[in-house]
């Protein structure tokens, strides 16, 4: 059967791209990336691409007068591509209402914090401001106001005692590389789709028990 068509769009690093071409690289997994777009020249995320084959195109966003022509332009390089799928995996820029709705449910994004909490940026550090016990991630397909839109992955993990932001985006970004390959295959496999604004996911397995920070053991 044809595999499930991924456009993803980077700005920099590319390790949450570099978790989908390992999946990928899974003939039995059920998507494979067709293209890969950066908006930022020369960033490490192409570098992985390249390494893995995989078509890329840089579209500077520095090159265009307004949002709404860059816009025009990375829709038709996408399309280009035939995508069923386009993932934001750290793709930098905002996307206007007028990009989000060319793209009905068939565009998804990562975020480095458990929404609807910690929209925006410096997510981390405002946890820790905030002296929440967990942080997170979260897969959710994309609508037009910023880090909104149905949920279809979550990812939890504790904040520890000691944390600098450093450490803790680090234990986020090693459960964010399990949940963008999941995320993906749930709604290749036609498993995980929208209801009213809610991901409904067929034949999910929920998670065991539950996570206590600090846990009970440990303050007794
Ligand atoms: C990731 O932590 C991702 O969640 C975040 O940028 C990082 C990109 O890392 N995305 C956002 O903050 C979107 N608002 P990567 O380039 O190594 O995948």
Not at 8 to 14: E, K, M, N
Not at 29 to 51: F, M, Q, T
Not at 84 to 113: K, Q, Y
């Given at each position: 059967?044809a595999r499930f068509k991924?456009?993803?769009l ?10 989908l071409i390992?999946?990928c690289a899974?003939p039995?997994?059920p ?12 960033v490490l ?16 966003h ?7 022509s ?21 793709f ?8 989000v ?8 994004n990562i975020?480095p ?6 929209r ?8 820790l401001?905030?002296?929440?016990r967990f ?7 994309v ?5 909104d ?19 803790l ?8 590389h ?17 209801e009213n ?7 999910a ?16």
């Amino acid at each position: 059967m044809a595999r499930f068509k991924l456009a993803v769009l980077i700005s920099g690093r590319g390790s949450n791209l570099q978790s989908l071409i390992d999946a990928c690289a899974d003939p039995a997994y059920p998507a494979e990336i067709a293209l890969v777009v950066s908006n930022i020249p020369d960033v490490l995320g192409l570098e992985r691409a390249k390494k893995a084959g995989i078509p890329t195109a840089v579209l500077s966003h520095k090159n265009f007068n307004d949002r709404e022509s860059f816009e025009d332009a990375l829709d038709a390089i996408i399309r280009e591509a035939e995508p069923d799928l386009v993932c934001l995996a750290g793709f930098m820029r905002i996307l206007t209402e007028g990009f989000v709705r060319r793209w009905p449910d068939r565009l998804i994004n990562i975020h480095p914090s458990l929404l609807p909490a910690f929209r925006g940026l410096h997510t981390h550090e405002r946890v820790l401001e905030a002296g929440a016990r967990f942080a997170g991630c979260t897969i959710h397909f994309v609508r037009p106001a910023m880090d909104d839109g149905p949920i279809i992955v979550q990812a939890a993990v504790p904040v520890h005692a000691g944390d600098d932001a450093d450490s803790l985006a680090a234990r986020v970004l090693a459960e964010e590389h399990k949940i963008y390959p999941l995320a993906v295959r749930l709604i290749a496999e036609g498993r995980a789709r929208v209801e009213n604004e809610r991901v409904i996911v067929d034949a999910a397995t929920p998670p065991p028990g539950a996570l206590i920070n600090p846990a009970p053991g440990e303050t007794a």
